[in-house]
Structures are given as structure tokens and as C-alpha cells.
């Protein structure tokens, strides 16, 4: 099955700082969303991009699908923003099988 | 709008009881999905429906699990007799679904079981 990679795995930030959180997928995918799991558990839609550029306030995502990843783009941190960074991909003709990637553990520092 | 709701949010549970887990998805939505997350294997789907069928339940872990959609607003998993290494947070999903298309997930609050 499709193999889903995030990067880094762990970052610490300090408040105000830019990152860029990415996702490699091993084969083509029909579409992929980006989520932010907050420290009560809550899984949080930011972004339905299976190609192109989306923007909404301080983050931003792109999608090239045609080189297997997505980047995920967070501006002037904030330690709202802290949680884990999830990539998901829908793999076959169909595009409902989901496969999550490991996540990306972000913690903004104050 | 309500999202997909999910009850109970905490179930504890002995080992070799029965556990119905359920969640009703956002109105409107035709695909619906079960995952289950715990550390050692971050976030599985367990099984899918589209209008109400079941897609594919290859990722159910064995046999004592179970799920239904008996309509377009309710489904359950159950487990059955339920062991400790099914403690986890059981997360359930829709999204809006055409033939050979599945859309945008929205996510439950999920359920967290402990069984000891």
C-alpha cells in the first residue's frame, strides 16, 4: 500500500517563528488533507489540497501531486498552534482508503 | 451546524465485555469511516461505508470487532469480547462521497476505551 512520510518528525518553535512542515506519499494519490490534532485530542480540518496552493490566515499549503508531496506552511507561530500536524492521503480508484502519516509534534515556546 | 457526533466520549470496560461505540455523521454525508489511534500505531481506518455499504473492512484487526450502518445517520462498532490492547481513541469520520470519489473527512470528538 501507499506510504505516507512527515517531516521532521518533532519541531520546537519559539513564538513568531516561520515553519514548514512537509509530507512524501509513494504513489499517486485522489486527495489529501492536512489536519491539526490539539492537545485534547481534537482532529482539525485546515486543509483539503490534493493539488495546488490554499491560504487561510497564517497557514498555507501546497500540494504537487505530480512529485508525491505537500508542504504545509505555518507563519508567526503561536502557541495555539501547538499539537501534532497530520497528513492524510486517499489511496486507490475509489479514494476512500485514508492512510495517516505518523505526524509532525510541534511545540511553540512562549 | 452539528459535526459528527460521537458517544459515549470515555468507556471503561473489563476484559471480555461487550463495547458498542457510536457515531452519527454530519447530515448530508454518505461516506462514513471508523479509525482507531494509539501510540504504537498512530491513526488506522478500520473500515468504511458509502450510502450506507460497507467498502472495505480490510483494516478491521480481527474477528470480535464489527460494524454496521443500519441507516444514513447511525452507525456503531462493537467489540466483542473486548481485550486491553483494544484500549485506544476510536475516531469516526464522514465526508460527502460520489462514485469513485471521497471528499473532505470531518472528524468526531472520538470515543477513548480503556479496557482493563
Known amino acids: 500500500g501507499i506510504q505516507v512520510e512527515q517531516s521532521p518528525p518533532d519541531l520546537i518553535l519559539q513564538e513568531g517563528a516561520n515553519s514548514t512542515l512537509r509530507c512524501n506519499f509513494s504513489d499517486s494519490v485522489n486527495n489529501l488533507q492536512w489536519f491539526h490534532q490539539n492537545p485534547w485530542g481534537q482532529l482539525i480540518n485546515l486543509f483539503y489540497?490534493?493539488?495546488g496552493t490554499k491560504q487561510n490566515g497564517r497557514l498555507s499549503a501546497t500540494t504537487v501531486a505530480t512529485e508525491r508531496y505537500s508542504l504545509l506552511y505555518i507563519s508567526s507561530s503561536q502557541t495555539t498552534d501547538s499539537g501534532v500536524y497530520f497528513c492524510?492521503?486517499?489511496?486507490?480508484?475509489?479514494?476512500?482508503?485514508?492512510?495517516f502519516g505518523a505526524g509532525t509534534r510541534l511545540f511553540v515556546k512562549a | 451546524d452539528a459535526g459528527v457526533i460521537q458517544s459515549p466520549r470515555h468507556e471503561v470496560t473489563e476484559m471480555g465485555q461487550e463495547v458498542t461505540l457510536r457515531c452519527k455523521p454530519i447530515?448530508?454525508?454518505?461516506?462514513l469511516f471508523w479509525y482507531r489511534q494509539t501510540m504504537m500505531r498512530g491513526l488506522e481506518l478500520l473500515i468504511y461505508f458509502n450510502n450506507n455499504v460497507p467498502i472495505d473492512d480490510s483494516g478491521m484487526p480481527e474477528d470480535r470487532f464489527s460494524a454496521k450502518m443500519p441507516n444514513a445517520s447511525f452507525s456503531t462498532l462493537k467489540i466483542q469480547p473486548s481485550e486491553p490492547r483494544d484500549s485506544a481513541v476510536y475516531f469516526c469520520?464522514?465526508?460527502?462521497?460520489?462514485?469513485?470519489?471521497?471528499?473532505?473527512?470531518?472528524f468526531g470528538p472520538g470515543t477513548r476505551l480503556t479496557v482493563t
Open positions: 469520520a464522514s465526508s460527502v462521497g460520489r462514485t469513485g470519489d471521497a471528499y473532505e473527512q470531518y
Open positions: 492524510a492521503v486517499a489511496e486507490g480508484t475509489g479514494g476512500f482508503k485514508t492512510i
Open positions: 447530515s448530508g454525508h454518505n461516506s
Open positions: 489540497i490534493p493539488s
